[in-house]
């Protein structure tokens, strides 16, 4: 406890989860580990390698053989692969159209989900995904998911890439983009996108970030009760 509790974030794409699970860390001085930036980097290391899509026991091995790691950065922490850094390049539209086949992968989400939990061991963590609480931190004794409506969420998209310089689709075509996402988060057979039973429900559709960190910290702050 000395160190903190596990907190899990869960939700569908760009829900707002990173922006609010950095900011909360940062409040109660927690390691914050983007799990779907470590998804995202298995997915750049294999178009990198010209390995097609549906090439699932070559994905596989290369989500066991690459080294991912993260730094703190401002604003936001560094991603690298194998000792390069690739913050920029695994927010690029080709990975986000291909990154939910690599995470419907068995053995690519077995291999993640072993190292979260290495990097969670100690406590003290925010972690966001698309199952933290209900596969990867089962145990966690705070467990969120953040929800919005597919419109708001391709308008936050759409902003955050206007502000990053990213080239970036329609409004329209990035809620289609949005919707299929869903569709096969929610569809996949091994830790399909669901809210786990313990799991308190955020519907950020009309809440600003800072009112979303609040609620959450409110809610951390009340199990620490609990649990001290």
């Known amino acids: ?12 794409a760009s829900a707002g989860k990173s922006t609010v699970a950095k900011l909360v860390a940062k409040r109660f001085n ?57 913050t920029t390049a695994i927010r690029q539209g080709e990975i986000d159209n291909n990154v939910s086949a690599v995470a419907a992968i068995p053995a690519v989400r077995q291999e993640m989900t072993n190292q979260q939990r290495q990097i969670a061991q100690t406590g003290g963590i925010v972690m966001d995904g698309r199952d933290i609480g209900s596969t990867v931190l089962p145990n966690a004794p705070v467990k969120i998911f953040m929800v919005a409506t597919a419109h708001e969420r391709a308008r936050r998209r759409y902003v955050e890439n206007k502000e990053k310089g990213i ?14 996402r869903d569709q096969k988060d929610s569809s996949r057979k091994v830790s399909p996108l669901v809210q786990a039973p313990d799991a308190i429900r955020l519907d950020t559709t009309k809440l600003t970030i800072d009112e979303v960190v609040d609620k959450i910290s409110d809610i951390i702050k009340k199990t620490l009760n609990e649990l001290s």
């Open 1 to 12: 406890m000395q160190n903190g509790i596990q907190v899990a974030i869960d939700g569908p």
């Open 167 to 180: 080239a970036t689709a329609s409004l329209a075509e990035l809620q289609h983009e949005i919707e299929l």
């Open 30 to 86: 927690y390691v914050y580990c983007d799990t779907g930036a470590m998804y995202r980097v298995v997915t750049l290391a294999a178009l990198q390698q010209g390995i097609a899509m549906d090439g699932t026991k070559q994905i596989a091995d290369l989500a066991r053989q690459v080294k991912i790691s993260f730094k703190p950065g401002d604003p936001e922490q560094r991603v690298f692969l194998n000792g390069e850094e690739v």
